[in-house]
């Protein structure tokens, strides 16, 4: 039995090249799935549209009093674009569940590559094709008054990159259990509409009632809206009470937390939701 | 040395133990088929022996490697055509198999060789850039098929690999099963339900609730069984057995719907037959020795009626199986 005229595979025995190149490869079927599915693209952005011109301009007339000299379309423009990179990153998470259904999951997990880098480059992915998906919504900054400054885009895209990465790493250790699309989807629509409505995407965190502000507190969302929140408003001229109104900052106990300490701790909630993300994939294969 | 080697190996879930203590060798370059009713512990076995589930006592080493302890290493040496579908559907044909290459760290400078020569063999090639939700189940077989073997697999498993698949198919598919071992340095492990496809295996074990009952060559299994089977159709089945009990001392019952019985030469059997049993008879058929009359003769029944009675054992297992 000679192998004449055969392409002889020798397989390299792992090592991190090989890793790297699971990561990637399923880096890029994400980004593939996403180019090719518009109906997804189109669905995803309907929501965030319909928060900023439909209930921005509503909410806006009613409140145009309230805050001189700024249009509350402006006001939620951050919180629209952390939802939008939010909502994205969790259908992207869903996509494991969905290769579950489809038997794909298998094919990936009897690869002799770690778990780890699998569950990398699916966090990376969804990552990517969130901020992808935000990047849209940046593009619309202009009709709401938020300057097209090349350092706050820049800064609106490695907050955004982040809290995409956290969100795909939480989903995704949701997803580790799951057998079907209809219980990921109720249990992210538990999770996500909460969380959405208490990291003061919509409203400032200033002069809340005791309960809400420890709500807001203690979500880890909250963290990853106000950084983007600050980045805006640094770059638009508002009277000072204004701005104190509505970009007060996330207080522990009075202590406004600095920008790059929130990020720190978006990073962290990543880092070990997407620890746990592998290990939960380590047990259940 | 062997392809693979498997000593006590044994899976239970809580209570129901589905593979007992199962012992064979696969020799290297063999075409080796696990042959059984659905539920028997063929697809766990598989499953352990691809180190998708690890095994509750024994050991197993697939390719020179113990499928615990060194499964990374099990890992690159095997390739796998699993019972349900497990390519992405929306992704083109030529993209999964990419996928797979990158995900098994094919060196880059063969893949693209590598690519052709397997989608050629399954007859793909000019597909290569459709999506595969456009393909038949034939086709997506047959894809998966040439992806277990983009990786230069030493052993490629196939678990029911032609279940479901129309006579042409698996036809073709058997056509590359005989291709590959003539130019490729493998060896294939197969499970099947299909008596006429376990023919084409060097050798077959037979597996029956979770047991080996015999490992041999087919030739060598319908030999040893050595008699026709014949079926007869009568008004009264029962009293048919007791006739035949009576006055030939032939142990008979029912399977598939008619009183079934092995002697040794049919055709002389039957003119006595009809002179004697005293019951009128409606039908009869004569059959050779078969694989259906080895599984019979080893395990009692007839794989359907094997089926029938493990149907719902069958449905948790691959209730377990399936993530």
């Known amino acids: 039995m000679t192998a004449t005229e055969i392409a002889a595979v020798r397989l390299p025995t792992g090592g991190l090249a090989h890793d790297v190149r699971a990561v990637k490869v399923v880096l890029r079927r994400e980004m593939l799935r996403f180019v090719n599915d518009h109906t997804r693209l189109v669905s995803s952005l309907a929501q965030p549209i319909l928060f900023l011109f439909v209930l921005g301009t509503g909410l806006g007339s009613i409140v145009k009093n309230a805050i001189p000299g700024l249009d509350y379309r402006t006001f939620i423009y951050p919180g629209v674009l952390a939802m939008t990179v939010i909502t994205t990153a969790m259908f992207s998470a869903a996509s494991i569940v969905w290769d579950r259904e489809f038997g794909f999951l298998r094919e990936m997990l009897v690869a002799p590559v770690s778990r780890g880098a699998i569950v990398l480059g699916k966090c990376l992915g969804g990552a990517l094709v969130a901020t992808a998906q935000g990047v849209i919504i940046l593009a619309m900054a202009g009709l709401v008054g938020v300057p097209y400054d090349p350092v706050l885009i820049v800064t609106l895209l490695a907050e955004m990159l982040l809290a995409a990465f956290t969100i795909t790493a939480f989903g995704t250790l949701l997803a580790a259990g799951m057998k079907n699309m209809q219980t990921f989807f109720g249990i992210m629509q538990m999770a996500i509409m909460p969380m959405i409505f208490l990291s003061g995407a919509m409203y400032p965190l200033a002069n809340l009632p005791a309960w809400l502000h420890v709500l807001t507190v203690i979500n880890p969302l909250t963290y990853a809206v106000d950084p983007m929140r600050e980045a805006v408003f640094g770059h638009l001229t508002v009277d000072p009470q204004v701005m104190a109104l509505l970009n007060p900052g996330i207080n522990w106990f009075g202590w406004r937390l600095p920008v790059w300490f929130e990020l720190v701790i978006v990073a962290v909630i990543g880092f070990v939701l997407l620890q746990l993300a592998i290990a939960r994939f380590r047990r259940t294969e | ?323």
């Open chain 2, 1 to 323: 040395m062997n392809a693979v080697e498997v000593t006590g190996l044994e899976k239970s879930y809580g209570k129901v133990d589905a593979v007992k203590g199962v012992s064979f060798e696969v020799a290297h370059g063999e075409v080796f088929g696990f042959l059984g009713p659905n539920g028997a512990g063929k697809s766990t076995t598989i499953s352990m022996l691809c180190t998708l589930i690890n095994p509750t006592g024994g050991s197993a080493r697939v390719a020179g490697h113990d499928v615990v302890k060194e499964r990374d290493e099990v890992r690159r040496n095997i390739g796998l055509v699993f019972q349900d579908p497990t390519l992405d559907s929306y992704l083109t044909a030529e993209q999964n198999l990419r996928f797979h290459a990158e995900l098994y760290g094919v060196p880059r400078s063969v893949v693209d060789e590598r690519l052709r020569q397997v989608m050629e063999m399954v007859a793909l090639w000019d597909r290569r850039d459709s999506k595969v939700q456009t393909f038949s189940g034939g086709m997506k077989r047959r894809l998966e098929i040439a992806r277990g073997l983009l990786h230069s697999p030493r052993v490629l498993f196939l678990d029911e690999p032609t279940v479901g698949l129309d006579p042409q198919t698996r036809s073709a598919i058997w056509g590359y099963i005989n291709e590959l071992r003539r130019t490729e340095d493998i060896t294939i492990f197969m499970t099947t339900h299909y008596m006429d496809e376990a023919e084409y295996c060097d050798r077959i074990a037979i597996i029956d609730h979770g047991e080996i009952v015999v490992i041999d060559s087919p030739e060598a299994l319908k030999a040893s069984v050595g008699k026709d089977r014949v079926q007869i159709h009568t008004s009264d089945d029962q009293a048919a057995i007791a006739a035949l009990k009576e006055r030939f001392d032939v142990d008979a019952g029912v399977h598939d719907g008619a009183v079934t019985f092995a002697v040794a030469s049919g055709e002389e059997f039957v003119p006595r037959l009809f002179a004697e049993l005293g019951l009128p008879i409606t039908g009869v058929s004569v059959h050779r020795p078969t694989l259906d009359d080895v599984f019979m003769n080893y395990t009692g029944s007839t794989i359907r009626d094997a089926e029938e009675e493990s149907g719902g054992m069958n449905q948790m297992m691959r209730a377990r199986l399936r993530r």
